[in-house]
Structures are given as structure tokens and as C-alpha cells.
């Protein structure tokens, strides 16, 4: 069927509007921790060096070191030396420290489950080099730490892998994280946590009670603790 002038300017119209659906599309899921494209893998060492150099503003809010995490994927080869393992919990191994942030190697066996926690106001952002892992996020209903009772409510889910980082929404901060068996292998998170903190609340899903608790490393800088 002949197209008119008219007709064609109306497609031309019409595709120019899905291009800019699209564009807002792609940058809502950037800011859900999507990532959009294949990025080349960095050694922790140029990770470590491109992150010391954001200003403390950007630490502020969630979407700056989102899309570094997105845009520098880091290669597992190089993160050995930090890495520990223990078959009962959960490691946390310190990497780096600043006055602005801490970035932590969390080593996960198959079955690892965090406690529901929160990040005592403090923005997080995680990504996976090794492996992959689900966050579950809740809703903080109600909140007495002195009584130490709460209420608390599930809502959605996100995997965690290497294409795909993402930050803890301030505004919903409660969350855990977890290596189900059926996925069948270790995963390691790369943590990025501003300001730094040695303490977070923990929640009890299943009591409905929460508490406030120390945080400790297993490992700093590749010497265990």
C-alpha cells in the first residue's frame, strides 16, 4: 500500500515516540539496578582507584555509584587474596575504608541466608562478581528498638548478578540477602556501604522482634582477623 506524506509523517512521529518510550524505559531499570549493556571487567585494584575518586557528594544519593558498579564490573581473577570462606556464615571481608565509604567482599556458601536487616540510614550497593544471589525486601510496618518489637512484610524480590548490581532504596531499606541451594555454587557480593557503620537492626520475620547488633570483620585487607 503507497504511502502519503502524511502517512509518513505520522510513522516518523510514532517512531520517534517509542525511541523516547524507550530511553525512559532503559532509565528506569538503570535506576533499579538493571544493566543494559556488556561492560569489560576491571581488576579490584582500578575499581578501588576509580571509586576513591568520587566526591562525597555522590555518595549521597544511590544513582552515581549504581551506574559505576554497572559500568565496572570487576574480574573475580584478582579478588582471591581478600576472599574467605567459612561453612557455617557468611564472611565479611574488608577491601577498602575511607572516611566516605567501606567496600566489603561478602563470601556466600550454597545455603547462606542474612538476618533481615536494615543499614542504619546509610546507603548500600551491592554487586556480584561470583556466582548469583537474591535480595528479599521487606516493609517496615511498625518499630519499637527499646521494646524490641516490630512488624514487617514482605515485598518484591531481586537477583543479584554480574550484569545486574543495585542499591538498597533508602526508603525501604529493610532487606536480606541470601544464596539459595538451588543455585549450587558459591557467590561472593561486593559491598559498598556510605557512611561507614559497625552496627545495623536486625529483624525476626517469623517473631516479629528486632535488635540492634555489632557488625565484625572476618578479614581486612587480606589478612584474616
Given amino acids: 500500500m503507497r504511502q502519503t506524506p502524511g502517512d509518513r509523517v505520522a510513522h516518523s512521529v510514532q517512531r520517534l515516540q517509542t525511541v523516547a518510550m524507550g530511553a525512559v524505559f532503559r532509565r528506569e531499570f538503570h535506576l533499579s539496578g ?119 512484610e514482605k515485598t518484591d524480590q531481586v537477583e543479584m548478578n554480574r550484569e545486574r548490581p543495585c542499591a538498597v532504596n533508602p526508603l525501604a531499606p529493610v532487606h536480606k540477602v541470601y544464596n539459595p541451594r538451588d543455585f549450587g555454587r558459591r557467590a561472593v557480593s561486593l559491598h559498598v556501604y556510605s557512611r561507614p557503620f559497625d552496627s545495623c537492626d536486625v529483624y525476626s520475620e517469623e517473631q516479629q522482634t528486632c535488635g540492634t547488633i555489632g557488625l565484625n570483620y572476618t578479614s581486612m585487607y587480606g589478612k584474616k582477623v
Fill in 34 to 152: 538493571v544493566c543494559m549493556g556488556v561492560a569489560t571487567l576491571v581488576s579490584i585494584d582500578d575499581f578501588v582507584a576509580r571509586l576513591r575518586k568520587f566526591p562525597a557528594a555522590s555518595f549521597d544519593g544511590t544513582e552515581h555509584i549504581l551506574r559505576f558498579m554497572e559500568e565496572n564490573p570487576v574480574d573475580p581473577a584478582g579478588l582471591e587474596r581478600y576472599l574467605f570462606w567459612d561453612a557455617q556464615h557468611y564472611t565479611r571481608n574488608l577491601i577498602d575504608k575511607t572516611e566516605l565509604y567501606e567496600l566489603i567482599a561478602i563470601c556466600w556458601e550454597s545455603g547462606h541466608v542474612s538476618s533481615v536487616h536494615n543499614h542504619r540510614e546509610q546507603n548500600c550497593w551491592m554487586a556480584v562478581p561470583i556466582g548469583r544471589l537474591m535480595v528479599q525486601n521487606y516493609r517496615l510496618l511498625e518499630q519499637d528498638l527499646k521494646a524490641g518489637t516490630c512488624r514487617l
